[in-house]
Each structure stands twice: as structure tokens, then as C-alpha cells.
């Protein structure tokens, strides 16, 4: 049976064991979650329960594997589940929705139910979570690129408005006392860290979410462990959480919960088994024993307590954040030295977090479902397609939209990925001039007739040299590397070309800019491009479309997950069968493998195809492109723990000796 009808019969199976538990719980009637302010405890359908949770976002999982993962979960010891809703995955397009793939949010509570996981729901509208914008849709921007985001603002609140009224209602089917699996609902996320303290906005909120869920529904806030961050981060009616680590002291820590919320059930909605990566700095490591100790004094206390993160999952596509200042995206890898790795797989940390919890919980009598194999699939020859200009009439297939002076992605409605901008040099420069710019977001490589000049580079590069003639196209290609997802710079995130670009001070007009859609490169293009090929000039290479086949042996042809270790090649981004696996920069670390997650793949029958738009340069002469590596073991960690390079170093991908 193909995947697709497999995926949709599972779905109608989960349907109906979702509407006969639906039935069954109705027809009994005690289904309730509630607070026992004098017991300090949750309320499980009349007896005391506790939360032992982990995060894991559906949006980083392909839904394939949803049931793998949250049966392993349950496994660890766990009841409850918490994930996140990204706004922007379910409307990337003003009043355009999308609940299907990666944002099936429906399929991800039916199969939370059928596991019989329950889920901690945190809503947003903003999430943090190191997704793209904090999780809030670019297209806010585009009402108005300087709305200050996460308050009573116009634009925003009638936005959210809008959003909540399509989500809550889907929520509400799902909650505990309509027969579903949703025990809590959680509103805005830490927002007594954001600078607005906006007691309107987070009024809004919660009247908003309470006039749809019902008045029994729980409604909750989580917060930094601090006063501060407390008295701004909640709101009257709504239960106050926080979130701390495991070098932190529990009891102090509760103490601060208490000092806002004398009774009811303690709870660490953030308990840090890991931590976030940045490119270019080493992938984060926290000791198992440190996590270990840690929840246990906190499972001694009787507290509730949700583990970030349980499973990390990926940043699939675009879908990856970042933070500032100084400006730092996010890798595709949210490995999080979670519990379960990146691709579901149990570490030391998942047996050790699960004997802890054994302590205090009975282990359900399941075994551990087992990890899933990985194909090592070997090497692929890469066959250069074309340079990025000479593929614009599939990768920008509509006229480009014409500007006197540049736009901002926003400001053409694209908002995601890539855009290139283009315009003709006004007169010969025959010595290298200077190219002058502080608005790219976030990397601008420079290029005349399609020869490389150089990257501008936010916050760092403002200048690149030039030569050419009259005439000839000067191209600027603007990669947006992940809108900022935490703090006072998450306001005007607009990406793109920000500001005029001058050259030797004149400023540059006449621009056309091309929104760049890879979806749509498929094997198709390939016998029909004729371009001349890559300019190599200044260590750089024109940036390029590749393709190559993943060799899977017809003698073992069921597909299975492996990894894509693109080294010597550079930056880019990757597809496999039109699936975007997201962002790969080797040269940046720590991540060096991309994770291909086996629904990619399709039964040798057909060929699977890798797709590669290189931006920089790869150790092959252009006439004779690298190689890739199909592997079975990720490599996210090529940094070494504890090195600590300069901006220079990080901006220009430190050549560090890559351990294989
Ligand atoms: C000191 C920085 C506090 C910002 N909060 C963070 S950084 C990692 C985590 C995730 O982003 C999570 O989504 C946040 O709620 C809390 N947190």
C-alpha cells in the first residue's frame, strides 16, 4: 500500500478510536481536569495526578514518526506530552491555513490519544521555541513592518484576534472534558521577559481563549524563575508555571512560584535536560547525572515538571529562528541533547531520566520500541543543473516585481528562503569600488554577469569590492537565514535588501527583484538547462543548483532514515524528492550532517532525487562537482565543546579540522 494511503487510513483509523473514546468518556461523564487548591494537585477525572512530561514540537517531527516517538515517551515513564502550535506553519499566508503534513495538529492529538499520552497545549500566538519568529507569521510584517509585535498594537492584536478564532475552537474538541487528550492550555510563552509588560495584550489573551474553551478549561502562563519575569508574564485567572534548569536550586526556585500563587500544584514547565545550538558555536551538552539529580529533587517535592526538550526534532525547510544581538540563527538540528535524539533514537540520558522517574511513577509495562534503522547509502555523484540566473524561469517563474529603490521580502509578499535582486551596472568600474550596504538580512552574495564578488553579511559585512562594465547585471542574492525569536529585536524583523545599496556613494536604482521558489525544481529541469556553469572568482563559486540520485540497493530496498554528509560542499540548502530536509553549512559547524528522515524516500522503484542549491563554493573545479555521503550516524557536533572562536572566525566558518 503507498505511504499516502497508508498515512490516510491511519488517520481514519485514529478518527474512529478518537470518536469511540469520545463517546465512551461521554457517555461516563466524569471526564475532568481541575486544580485542588487545597491538595496542591492536578485532578485527573477525581484523583490526584502528576505531570511527568516532555516537550516534543510536532512541527520538528515528520508526522510519520509521531507514534514512534510519543509511544517512546510513554515508555520513558512519561503521561503528558507538551508541544507548541507555530502560528506560521498553520498560516503562512494572511487568511490562507494549513493543518496538513508537518501542522496536521488534529492527526498529532488523535494520535496522542491512541498512545494515551495526555498534552500540556501551549497556543502561543508567540512561542519562542527557537522557531522562525518566535512562531508569529511573517506576514505581520507586511501590515507593518515597525508593529511592535506581542502587544495591544492594531495590526497585531486583530491578527491574533483572527488566528485564535480558527484555533481554540479546533483546541477545545481536543480538551480532557470534551473526551480528548489536552489537559492545560497554555497563552503567550515567557512573556514577562519581553520588554512590553502589556497587562492589556495578555488580558486579551486569556478573555479570548476563555470564551472559547469554556469556563472549566485551564488556562496557564509560563515564566522565567524570577519575580519580575512572573508579576509581567501572568495574568488574573490564568495558572502561573515557571521554567529553570538543572543547576538550579528547586526549592528556590518553587519558592518564587509560591510567592505569586501560594497554592495549588508546583510546576517547572521548562525543566532544561539540554540546550539550544547556534551556527558556529559548539553543539550544547548538559550532564545526564546534573539532569538526573536534579529532577529527582524535584519529583521529591511532588512537583509537576515538563522536560525541554524530550525530543528536539528538526527545522525542517525555513523553519529555523534565531537570536540577538549579535545576530545568530538557529541550525536545522534541534537535537537539544534531548532524551531522544534528533532522530528519535534512546540515549544514556532517555535510561537514566527513565529510572529517575521509576522512583516516583510506576513504568507502564511496555517495552521500549526500538530505534529505527538507518540506511548508509554511500556516495552520489552531484550533477551540476544550473546557476541560480539561469534557472529563474522555474525558481521565479512570475515577472519579477520592478522597484525604483529595494524592497524588503515583506514589502513583495515572500517571505521565506530566498530573493534575488538585479539591476544594471551604470558605468564601467574597472577598479574594484566599493559596494556599500548595512540592510542586507541576512546574507547577500554579490554577483556581475553571474561572477561571484562576495557576501554581504549582517551585522558584520557591509562592504564588497566590485568590478565590471556598463551594463553588465549586478545580482545581489539574499538568503533569509531565520527571523529573530526572542526579545526586543524580534520588532522590525523584516528580511531581505533593508536599505538603499550605494556604489563608490551613488546610490543604486532600478531594481528587479525575484522571489526564489527550489520547490519547484524536479528531475524535469534538468535536460532542459543549457547555462555555461559556475564562475569560480574569489574562492567563490556562482550559487547553483545540483543533482544527484540516493543510491538505495535494490537488494535492501525498503527506504530508511540516514543522514547527508554534504562536506566539501559549503552552505545551502537541500531536497530530497522535493521534501525540503533544510539548511546545511559544514564549513560553519556544529551540525555537518542533515538528517533525511525515511518518509522522504520512496522505494528504489523510483529514483530519489537530491537536490542542492550551493551558495559558496565547494572543493571540486566546476566542470566536475563533489561528491555527497549517504551516511547511518549524524555528525552535529564537529565543534569541539568548549572552543570559543572570534566573530571573524564564526562569520567566515572557521576552518577547523573537522573530526569525521
Ligand atoms: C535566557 C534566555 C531565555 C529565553 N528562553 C528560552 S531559550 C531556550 C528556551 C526555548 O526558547 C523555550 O521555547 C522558551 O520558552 C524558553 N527558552
Known sequence: MAKKEALTTTRMLLVLTFLISLFSLSMCGNTSFSIDYNGNTFVLDGKPFR???????????????????????????????????????????????????????????QTAQEVGIKVLLRSGPYICGEWEYGGLPAWLLSIDPNMIVRTMDPGYIAAVDKWFDVLMPLLKKYLHENGGPILM???????????????????????????????????????????????????????????FGPTNNPVANFAVQRQFQPQGPLMNSEFYTGWLDHWGNPHAHTNLDTVCKSLDKILALGANVNMYMYEGGTNFGYWNGANAPPYQPVPTSYDYDAPLNETGDITDKYIAIRQTI?????????????????????TTQMNFVSTIQDALDVVSPDKPVYSTYPLTMEQIRFYYGFILYRTKLPRDINQLTPLLTKGVRDRGYVMVDQVPQGIFIRDDVIQVNITGKQGQMLDILVENTGRIGFATLMNYNVKGLTENITLDGEILTGWNIYPISLENINSSIISTRQGSGPKLNNGL?????????????????EPKDTFLDMRPWVK??????????????????????LYVPKPALVSPSLPNYLVMFELENTSCPPSQPCNVIFTDKPFINAIPAGSSFSVREIKEGYNWNLRV
Open 572 to 593: 545551502g540548502q537541500a531536497f530530497v524528492n522535493g521534501f525540503n530536509v533544510g539548511r546545511y553549512w559544514p564549513k560553519m559547524g556544529p551540525q555537518v550532517t
Open 51 to 109: 505531570a511527568i512530561s516532555g516537550s516534543l514540537h510536532y512541527s520538528r517531527v515528520h508526522p510519520y514518526y509521531w507514534h514512534d516517538r510519543l509511544l517512546k515517551m510513554v515508555a520513558g515513564g512519561l503521561n503528558t506530552v507538551q508541544t507548541y502550535v507555530p502560528w506560521n506553519i498553520h498560516e503562512p499566508k494572511e487568511g490562507e491555513y494549513n493543518f496538513k503534513g508537518l501542522a496536521d495538529i488534529e492527526l498529532f492529538l
Open 541 to 557: 563559486l556562482t550559487p547553483s543548483i545540483y543533482m544527484g540520485k540516493v543510491p538505495i540497493p535494490t537488494s535492501d530496498p
Open 358 to 378: 521509576s522512583k516516583y511513577q510506576k513504568l507502564p509495562e511496555i517495552p521500549i520500541p526500538p530505534n529505527t534503522p538507518k540506511g548508509k547509502y554511500g
Open 185 to 243: 492550555v497554555q497563552i503567550e510563552n515567557e512573556y514577562g521577559s519581553y520588554f512590553a509588560c502589556d497587562f492589556d495584550y495578555l488580558r486579551f489573551l486569556y478573555k479570548k481563549a476563555r470564551g472559547i474553551l469554556g469556563e472549566t478549561a485551564i488556562i496557564y502562563t509560563t515564566d522565567g524563575d524570577g519575580a519580575a519575569y512572573v508579576k509581567c508574564g501572568s495574568i488574573e485567572g490564568s495558572y502561573i508555571t515557571i521554567d
